[in-house]
C-alpha cells in the first residue's frame, strides 16, 4: 500500500511565523503535491512537483514556497504566515503515467493566530 | 464540478438503501473524471474513476455515471453502510499531463441506522 505521511496533523503558529509542512512518500512517485482544503471549496491546488528539485504552480501559489530536494520528500513553506493561511493541507503523491490515482495523506490542520 | 459555496450539500440515506451523489463539472472537454471518498479526519481515498468514452463503470458496491451532455457525473452506492459515512467528492482533469484536477466541494454522506 502506498503511504503518504505528513509531518503534523495539528499546528498553531503565530501571524509572521515561518511555516514548514513536510510531506513524505515511500511508493517512489515522481510527482507531488501540496494542496489546501477549505469547507465548502473543493482542494485547491497550491505547488506540484514531478521530479526532484523541480516544481510548478498550481492555482493559488501566493504566500507559499516549496521544496523538494529528495525525491520521497515535499515540503510546502508559509515565509510569513498570515491568518488567511489557517486551513487544512494535503500532500498527495502519484506515477507519472498510467492512474492518475493521487494518494492523499491524513492532512495538516494549521491554524494561524 | 467547480460549483463554489460555504455550505456542503448533505445526503442522508437509511443503512441498506442505495445513495446516489451528483456532480456538475464545468469543462466540457474534460475527459478523465474521479470520485474520493474523505472521512472525517483522514486524506481523500480514491473511489473509482471514469473516462469520458464511457457512460458508466462499476466497482464492488460502486456505480458512477457520466452524462456528457449535461456535464453530470454521479456516484451510486448500493446497500450503504454506515462505514459509507464521509465526504464525497469528484475531480475532474484539466490538464492532458494529470498534474491539474478540478475537485468539487464535496457531498456528505450521513447514513442513519
Given at each position: 500500500d502506498v503511504k503518504v505521511t505528513q509531518s503534523s496533523r495539528y499546528l498553531v503558529k503565530r501571524t509572521g511565523e515561518k511555516v514548514f509542512l513536510e510531506c513524505v512518500q515511500?511508493?517512489?512517485?515522481e510527482n507531488m503535491f501540496w494542496y489546501r482544503q477549505d469547507p465548502g471549496l473543493g482542494l485547491r491546488l497550491i505547488y506540484f512537483s514531478y521530479d526532484v528539485k523541480m516544481k510548478e504552480k498550481g492555482d493559488i501559489p501566493e504566500g507559499y514556497s516549496v521544496s523538494r530536494e529528495k525525491k520521497e520528500r515535499f515540503s510546502l513553506i508559509l515565509e510569513s504566515a498570515s491568518t488567511n493561511q489557517t486551513s487544512m493541507y494535503l500532500c498527495a503523491s502519484r506515477r507519472?503515467?498510467?492512474?492518475y490515482t493521487q494518494y492523499f495523506g491524513p492532512g495538516t490542520r494549521l491554524t494561524v493566530l | 464540478g467547480e460549483s463554489v459555496g460555504l455550505h456542503l450539500p448533505t445526503l442522508s440515506v437509511q443503512e441498506g438503501d442505495n445513495s446516489i451523489i451528483n456532480c456538475a463539472y464545468s469543462n466540457?472537454?474534460?475527459?478523465y473524471f474521479i470520485w474520493y471518498k474523505q472521512e472525517s479526519g483522514k486524506g481523500p481515498q480514491f473511489i473509482i474513476d471514469i473516462r469520458s468514452n464511457m457512460d458508466k463503470r462499476q466497482g464492488q458496491r460502486v456505480t458512477v455515471l457520466l452524462n456528457k451532455t449535461v456535464k453530470h457525473l454521479s456516484l451510486q452506492i448500493a446497500a450503504t453502510q454506515p462505514g459509507d459515512s464521509a465526504v464525497y467528492f469528484c475531480a475532474e482533469r484539466t490538464d492532458n499531463y494529470g498534474q491539474n484536477f478540478v475537485f468539487g466541494p464535496g457531498t456528505r454522506l450521513s447514513v442513519l441506522p
Open positions: 515511500d511508493m517512489d512517485h507519472p503515467s498510467g492512474s | 466540457s472537454a474534460s475527459d
